[in-house]
């Protein structure tokens, strides 16, 4: 059994964030018994320490040691993980013949390159939206620990009127060029017809944003037709691997 922690919502089956996303797809690809563990914000660290998960960076004073979640740990071997392309690297490993290949050999520079990637297309939408709904809908103890992170750095109000369709336009522009990444691909996915830890990536951000606007929302179903209906078919494409366990 393998635990995966996460961050909990107050809305049903929508916990975590994208980073969690990624490493829950991971999980569900691999067709990997788990179980989903939740903690605050405020507890990750303690928690980190307690079972021994390494830090994925740094604080903004460049010397302290930033935890982060996902982690992963993995009863039967003692493993304990940090950081979702970490998380897929270990799950490979360990777990070769189960699903697809998250990260096949060689790839691991590449797949990290296109995250970054695919992270800076959609960083226009973290503040106005991604954090906005984020403060929302967690539990009070994250949300007031954040809001005191946050207060004086962003403005978590969402955006409204022509700010909001000025957002949503460089959206379309920003998948638009991600489109033209797929030209020429074999099949579906980043590598052809199995998909990989790359498109998690994809996959996460466009979870959040479904969440965060909503399923049934006339901005959901407009961005799910962009580039002759891909990130809709995208995301479909991964409901299998939606389970939260």
Not at 162 to 171: C, D, I, L, Q, V
Not at 174 to 198: I, R, Y
Request: aromatic content about 12%.
């Amino acid at each position: 059994m393998i635990t995966l922690y996460d961050l909990p919502s107050k809305v049903a089956d929508s916990p975590g964030t994208m980073t969690t996303w990624r490493a829950r797809y991971c999980l569900n690809l691999k067709n990997l018994p788990y179980q989903t563990v939740y903690v605050e914000i405020p507890d990750i660290e303690t928690l980190a320490k307690k079972i021994g998960a390494a830090p994925t960076g740094l604080r903004p004073d460049g010397v302290s040691p930033k935890y982060t979640i996902p982690i992963i740990q993995d009863h039967s071997t003692g493993a304990v993980v940090s950081n979702s392309p970490a998380i897929a690297a270990y799950l490979d490993k360990t777990y070769p013949s189960s699903g697809p290949v998250l990260i096949p050999a060689g790839t691991m520079i590449l797949q990290l390159a296109f995250t970054d990637a695919v992270n800076e297309a959609f960083e226009h939408l973290r503040v106005p939206l991604f954090y906005t709904d984020f403060v929302m809908k967690m539990n009070d103890r994250t949300t007031v620990y954040m809001r005191e992170k946050l207060d004086g750095i962003y403005t978590l109000t969402a955006l409204q009127g022509e700010e909001r369709n000025k957002m949503w336009a460089t959206t379309k522009e920003n998948l638009g060029k991600m489109n033209k990444w797929f030209e020429g691909s074999e099949g579906d996915f980043v590598m052809g017809n199995e998909p990989c830890f790359a498109d998690t990536v994809i996959s996460a951000f466009l979870w959040l944003i479904r969440s965060t606007v909503g399923r049934e929302s006339e901005e959901w179903k407009d961005i799910a037709t962009w580039n002759d209906g891909r990130w809709g078919k995208h995301l479909d494409s991964f409901k299998p691997y939606e389970t939260v366990a």
